[in-house]
């Protein structure tokens, strides 16, 4: 606002600062007309004729640096407003604990689900060691039924091996006592015989013995015939 100094010609021409402000104005004729020595010269107007604002046009306010850029949230700072500043300000607490009470919360549900796995794990790995004691005891179950039938086969096959070689033995034996047997027995004949033999010799010679004598004695009588073997 200018203060008026009591002068017509400064009171009916516009300020320097609404001359020179950049906005267009139409020349103010009747001011022009009003001034001693100057001469008037008729304008003819292009445009229809603009009412011009008695007061000028207050300039923009000065720009205001853009806050600096950081990762994460950005946050706009009005420049005297308190109560809004101390209401965002309010509001980012209140949404930080809700985001720390959200992290809370997963970090809880995610060691609840952990240890639950880790109790699904071990309860698994439990049972699967329980299943392997299991099998591993049927299988040594099995292999000592096996090894079991197998000494009973070798000693069945070993019975009778004996019993075969027993019977083998037997046969053995029989067969040499029936050649013994046989031995004897023509062994025997042939000592029969052989008796035999000895004592018809014998008889003959006792005969032929006698004969001799009766005849040294002058005995007569035919002389006995030795016979045949």
Same mark, same amino acid.
């Given at each position: 606002?200018?203060?008026? #100094?009591?002068?017509? #010609?400064?009171?009916?021409?516009?300020? @320097?600062?609404?001359?020179?402000?950049?906005?267009?104005r139409t020349p103010l004729v009747q001011n022009a007309l009003a001034l001693p020595g100057l001469t008037p010269v008729p304008?003819?107007?292009? #445009?229809?004729?603009?009412?011009?604002?008695?007061? /000028?046009? /207050?300039?923009?306010p000065p720009a205001v640096?853009?806050?600096?850029?950081?990762?994460?949230? #950005?946050?706009?700072?009005?420049?005297?407003?308190?109560?809004a500043q101390a209401l965002l300000?309010?509001?980012q607490k209140?949404?930080?604990r809700q985001e720390q009470s959200q992290l809370e919360d997963r970090r809880v549900a995610e060691k609840k689900s952990d240890q639950k796995e880790v109790a699904r794990v071990q309860a698994k790995a439990?049972?699967?060691?329980?299943?392997?004691? @299991?099998?591993?005891?049927?299988?040594?179950d099995r292999d000592l039924a096996d090894k079991r039938n197998q000494l009973l086969d070798e000693e069945h096959r070993a019975r009778e091996a004996d019993r075969k070689e027993e019977r083998r033995l037997d046969m053995e034996w029989r067969a040499e006592e029936g050649r013994r047997y046989e031995a004897s027995q023509q062994q025997l004949a042939a000592d029969r015989k052989d008796q035999e033999k000895a004592r018809r010799a014998q008889e003959q010679s006792s005969q032929l013995f006698q004969a001799a004598l009766m005849r040294m004695l002058g005995v007569g009588g035919?002389?006995?015939?030795?016979e045949g073997p």
């Amino acid at each position: 606002m200018h203060q008026s #100094t009591g002068d017509p #010609t400064e009171e009916s021409l516009p300020s @320097r600062r609404a001359l020179f402000d950049g906005i267009p104005r139409t020349p103010l004729v009747q001011n022009a007309l009003a001034l001693p020595g100057l001469t008037p010269v008729p304008v003819l107007p292009s #445009t229809p004729m603009v009412p011009t604002p008695s007061n /000028p046009i /207050p300039k923009p306010p000065p720009a205001v640096p853009h806050p600096a850029r950081r990762r994460g949230r #950005t946050e706009v700072i009005k420049p005297n407003d308190s109560s809004a500043q101390a209401l965002l300000v309010m509001l980012q607490k209140s949404h930080d604990r809700q985001e720390q009470s959200q992290l809370e919360d997963r970090r809880v549900a995610e060691k609840k689900s952990d240890q639950k796995e880790v109790a699904r794990v071990q309860a698994k790995a439990e049972a699967d060691h329980d299943q392997a004691m @299991r099998e591993g005891q049927l299988q040594i179950d099995r292999d000592l039924a096996d090894k079991r039938n197998q000494l009973l086969d070798e000693e069945h096959r070993a019975r009778e091996a004996d019993r075969k070689e027993e019977r083998r033995l037997d046969m053995e034996w029989r067969a040499e006592e029936g050649r013994r047997y046989e031995a004897s027995q023509q062994q025997l004949a042939a000592d029969r015989k052989d008796q035999e033999k000895a004592r018809r010799a014998q008889e003959q010679s006792s005969q032929l013995f006698q004969a001799a004598l009766m005849r040294m004695l002058g005995v007569g009588g035919v002389m006995p015939q030795a016979e045949g073997p």
